[in-house]
């Protein structure tokens, strides 16, 4: 079975620094895809990022991209230019290729000091 | 926009009474998702559906069941709630075997 793990439960970032969250899954699978939610204190998963396993480029979207290493199974999210909306709950998810079905990650708690 | 509906944001409930979380959406997405929120084990899949009146068991169905009469409408049921199903309930939705999950605004359930 697949898994996720995100090994911080909470990081914490100066407002205008860039902050990298961590994540690794273990797969047998070539092709899937791996996300990246935010969770802010008002319950609405967000989409931040996604990237597809068959793409070597890094996913990029404004202030947040991705590290993606495909051999070491990692998949860190990096924000830059950080900023007070910032502050959420972050999950990685995991999708493999034969449905729709996610596997999250513990989560990581982000904090954004003004 | 794609919007995900839930019946409550918060719910309490007693032991052993019988539960109805509903949720619906408006994209006629056919793909619809339940997952329980804990501190410190993200989300877990309890059951998922493809298809009306179609069903899967995710990875943690044990004590819920799950109806699916209309599309647009995928309900949770707890049978006896139990306090260790006091929790946060995350329904989601997408189309097709690619497409992204809209998710709705949780209802965070108390049984007590």
């Known amino acids: 079975a697949q898994t996720v793990t995100q090994s911080q439960p909470e990081m914490s970032v100066q407002e205008a620094e860039t902050v990298t969250l961590s994540c690794t899954y273990d797969?047998?699978?070539?092709?899937?895809?791996l996300f990246w939610y935010k969770q802010p204190p008002s319950r609405q998963m967000i989409l931040v990022i996604r990237?597809?396993?068959?793409?070597?480029q890094n996913a990029t979207e404004n202030r947040f991209s991705v590290n993606f290493q495909k051999a070491a199974k990692s998949f860190s999210l990096k924000i830059s230019d950080s900023q007070l909306g910032d502050a959420a709950m972050y999950f990685c998810?995991?999708?493999?290729?034969?449905?729709?079905?996610?596997?999250f990650g513990e989560g990581t708690q982000l904090t954004v000091n003004p | 926009d794609v919007k995900v509906t839930q019946s409550s944001r918060y719910l309490v409930k007693r032991t052993g009474e019988k539960v109805f979380l509903e949720c619906v959406q408006d994209?006629?997405?056919?793909?619809m998702f339940w997952y329980r929120q804990d501190p410190g084990l993200g989300l877990r899949l309890i059951y998922f559906?493809?298809?009306?009146?179609?069903?899967e068991k995710g990875d943690i169905p044990e004590g819920y069941s799950v109806s699916r009469e209309k599309k647009e409408r995928f309900s949770l049921i707890l049978e006896s709630a139990s306090t260790n199903q006091t929790s946060m309930y995350l329904c989601?939705?997408?189309?097709?075997?690619?497409?992204?999950?809209?998710f709705g605004p949780g209802t965070r359930l108390t049984v007590t």
């Open positions: 998810a995991y999708r493999g290729p034969g449905g729709s079905r996610l596997t």
């Open positions: 797969t047998s699978e070539s092709d899937y895809y």
């Open positions: 559906s493809y298809d009306v009146k179609m069903k």
């Open positions: 990237q597809e396993a068959y793409k070597q």
């Open positions: 989601a939705s997408s189309r097709g075997l690619r497409g992204e999950q809209y």
């Open positions: 994209m006629d997405h056919e793909n």
